[in-house]
């Protein structure tokens, strides 16, 4: 219970301290989106359009089954997110959360939010977290996290999880966006459509042509 309400307070910590600072800021109360835009009278707001606050309704503002997810995939984890296209109140709110799911061992591959501040509470299990600067430094932060740790992932910058404890491992993180976004580095760099050259990588990863083939079909 006491780590429930930690996560709660981390949460609104995040939205009290800056969660306006890249979303635009709102000059109503809410402009809860509708994806209707035929609809007569619709305001365009933050690239989505805005429904008549009159026929707004608590629906607007909730969401059901915030549930473990499938970790059976070859990374061990999965990441339920709730923004703009689960809570359509989050229009112009500047914030979203996520629930990550972890078997043992299991990894949220390195990514970055390229509109988006994280923080994350641990809730359950034990985590390996990190996050690297930009060029030149590529400086490195770590912790190991445990239930009720608590870890900050600066706006852009590439960062991981990994469960490295012998049981599941559950946290939640709170986003500065109400559409943070996702680059997750490998699936874009291999995975990319059109594929990027394999001369362009090889020469970029200084590695020979066959290994670049070879990480492309993972993806």
């Avoid at 359509?88 to 509109?115: C, E």
């Amino acid at each position: 219970m006491k780590t429930a309400h930690f996560a709660l307070i981390a949460l609104l910590a995040l939205a009290s301290s800056g969660a306006f600072a890249f979303d635009p800021s709102p000059l109503q109360d809410f402009c809860v989106a509708i994806n209707d835009t035929k609809t007569t009278g619709g305001v365009f707001v933050n690239g989505k359009f805005c429904k008549d606050p009159k026929l707004a309704n608590a629906n607007d503002f909730f969401f059901s089954g915030l549930k473990q997810g499938d970790t059976s995939g070859s990374f061990g984890s999965s990441v339920t997110v709730v923004d703009i296209t689960k809570i359509l109140g989050l229009n112009t709110l500047g914030i979203s959360l996520a629930r990550l799911d972890f078997a043992p061992k299991g990894l949220n591959p390195p990514h970055t939010h390229p509109r988006a501040t994280e923080i994350l509470v641990v809730l359950e299990g034990t985590l390996h977290v990190g996050f690297v600067t930009s060029n030149p430094e590529n400086r490195l932060f770590t912790k190991v996290l445990n239930k009720g740790d608590v870890f900050v992932f600066p706006i852009g910058l590439i960062h991981f999880q990994l469960n490295v404890g012998k049981t599941n491992a559950v946290a939640i993180s709170g986003l500065s966006s109400q559409n943070p976004g996702l680059i997750t580095i490998a699936k874009n760099v291999f995975g990319s459509n059109p594929p990027i050259s394999s001369e362009v990588l090889a020469k970029a990863f200084q590695v020979d042509p066959k290994i670049i083939n070879y990480l492309e079909k993972q993806f």
